[in-house]
């Protein structure tokens, strides 16, 4: 007996020219007939004149309708399986190559390592995995995944962290967060000889900011005097600045996170060259009392949070970055570094350091860019999907 046909999606000529250069993803606007595809299904992508431009996975409710896999044209499950485990290993056998001097890193970047939709992390001995849409949600999907990764990597302990909002955009049911393989969820992980705490089951996104990893390196590099860590979160800049600075002052609205950033502190007490002073405080306020204190610095770090989480809200996002930068370029002495941080996607670099220019502009001060950086190897840029660089790094000197 024949295996069943899969479903055939007609695209627009829009969306096949979005895939011909290189992106992965068709929006609802761009189906122009789904073929009978569900939730979840395996599908074969037509152009406009019918033909076949490869297959992919179709979400039901997701504004991004499908998720192109590959240009061949898959028969069968087994074939999706097929490849899935092997992207899984070249993701995993790519980090190998490129992660020094850390026992963490993002193992399965989604679009960037060719399997939209799935993240995998590593901390030390847990490992957490993302999924984020319909297709890697199916039961014998999602255990053959867990399956790979435990024969490509020996995990023992393998954790599902869940993204209430995602799943309501893709119309999945409620799921807790939880472990899916072995027994503990907590650990600690080592990053450029910095530890740090991680618990899986709390704390934001899968909990560590991995993709900072290379600029934490890079910041403390340039390390000096007195520093402010701006949006510290678990303490990420200023337990590396604490090795190379004479006093660390770090801020978080965050109390839950300080309280994290000071156990990570105590962790790394006989490296570090002074002790931190942790600040529960909004970064708008507090940096807004300093300066009008007088208070300088040697060197300020700015990662907060994304401003910008779709384009409607670039407008306030713009001013939020300028206003975080305007204070921290007037608290810098002459000489001083800043560092600063965004992690909004639809903020691109030009916009970014446009930002940067009006803020020292209105500051008057000279600002030279020393280095601009983006987020670690482990989390890499796909050309065609733009989606997938978020993060700008810029390192300054202020005179």
């Known amino acids: 007996m024949n295996a069943p046909s899969l479903p055939q999606v007609s695209i627009s000529a829009r969306a096949a020219?979005?895939?011909?250069?290189?992106?992965?993803?068709?929006y609802a606007s761009d189906v122009t007939n789904d073929g009978g595809a569900t939730a979840g299904s395996l599908v074969h992508v037509l152009d406009a004149r019918q033909q076949v431009i490869?297959?992919?996975?179709?979400?039901?409710?997701?504004?991004i309708k499908?998720?192109?896999?590959?240009?061949?044209?898959?028969?069968?499950?087994?074939?999706?399986?097929?490849?899935?485990?092997?992207?899984?290993?070249a993701a995993i056998a790519y980090r190998e190559t490129i992660v020094k001097d850390s026992n963490a890193c993002r193992l399965v970047f989604s679009e960037a390592d060719l399997l939209p939709g799935l993240v995998l992390d590593r901390y030390n001995d847990v490992y957490t995995l993302q999924v984020l849409t319909q297709a890697w949600d199916k039961a014998e999907r999602k255990q053959a995944i867990i399956s790979a990764i435990r024969e490509l990597t020996q995990a023992e302990h393998i954790v599902e962290r869940s993204d209430e909002r995602i799943r309501e955009l893709e119309q999945l049911p409620p799921l807790a967060s939880g472990i899916v393989h072995g027994s503990k969820s907590a650990t600690v992980f080592s990053m450029n000889g910095v530890s740090s705490h991680y618990d899986a089951l709390a704390?934001?996104?899968?909990?560590?900011?991995?993709?900072?990893?290379?600029?934490?390196?890079a910041a403390a590099a340039y390390g000096h005097g007195t520093a402010l860590d701006?949006?510290?979160?678990?303490g990420g800049f200023a337990l590396h600045l604490a090795r190379v600075c004479e006093h660390v002052t770090a801020l978080d609205v965050s109390r839950?996170?300080?309280?994290?950033?000071?156990?990570?502190?105590?962790?790394?007490?006989?490296?570090?060259?002074?002790?931190?002073?942790?600040?529960?405080?909004?970064?708008?306020?507090?940096?807004?009392?300093?300066?009008?204190?007088?208070?300088?610095?040697?060197?300020?770090v700015l990662d907060p949070p994304a401003f910008a989480r779709s384009k409607r809200n670039l407008p306030d996002a713009l001013r939020g970055y300028k206003e975080l930068n305007l204070r921290a370029l007037k608290m810098l002495r002459p000489g001083g570094t800043l560092?600063?941080?965004?992690?909004?996607?639809?903020?691109?670099?030009?916009?970014?350091?446009?930002?940067?220019?009006?803020?020292?502009?209105?500051?008057?001060?000279?600002?030279?860019?020393?280095e601009k950086r983006t987020q670690a190897r482990d989390h890499p840029i796909?050309?065609?999907?733009?989606?997938?660089?978020?993060?700008?790094?810029?390192i300054c000197s202020v005179r």
Not at 73 to 85: N, T
Not at 205 to 217: C, I, M, P, S, V
Not at 230 to 234: E, K, P, R
Not at 266 to 278: D, R
Request: proline share 1%; net charge negative; aromatic share 10%.
């Open 17 to 26: 020219t979005r895939l011909r250069g290189g992106h992965v993803w068709v």
């Open 230 to 234: 701006v949006c510290t979160y678990h």
């Open 339 to 370: 560092v600063t941080c965004s992690c909004s996607f639809h903020v691109d670099e030009a916009a970014f350091l446009e930002v940067l220019a009006s803020a020292a502009q209105d500051a008057h001060r000279s600002v030279r860019v020393m």
């Open 66 to 89: 499908l998720r192109l896999l590959t240009r061949e044209r898959f028969a069968s499950e087994p074939e999706l399986l097929k490849l899935v485990h092997e992207r899984l290993a």
């Open 382 to 394: 796909l050309l065609g999907v733009p989606e997938t660089w978020y993060l700008k790094c810029v």
């Open 256 to 300: 839950e996170a300080l309280e994290v950033a000071e156990q990570n502190e105590k962790l790394n007490a006989a490296a570090n060259k002074s002790e931190i002073e942790w600040i529960e405080a909004n970064a708008f306020d507090l940096l807004k009392d300093y300066a009008f204190a007088g208070r300088l610095y040697d060197m300020i």
């Open 203 to 217: 704390g934001q996104k899968t909990g560590g900011f991995l993709d900072q990893r290379e600029n934490y390196a």
């Open 54 to 63: 490869g297959s992919a996975v179709y979400s039901s409710s997701s504004q």
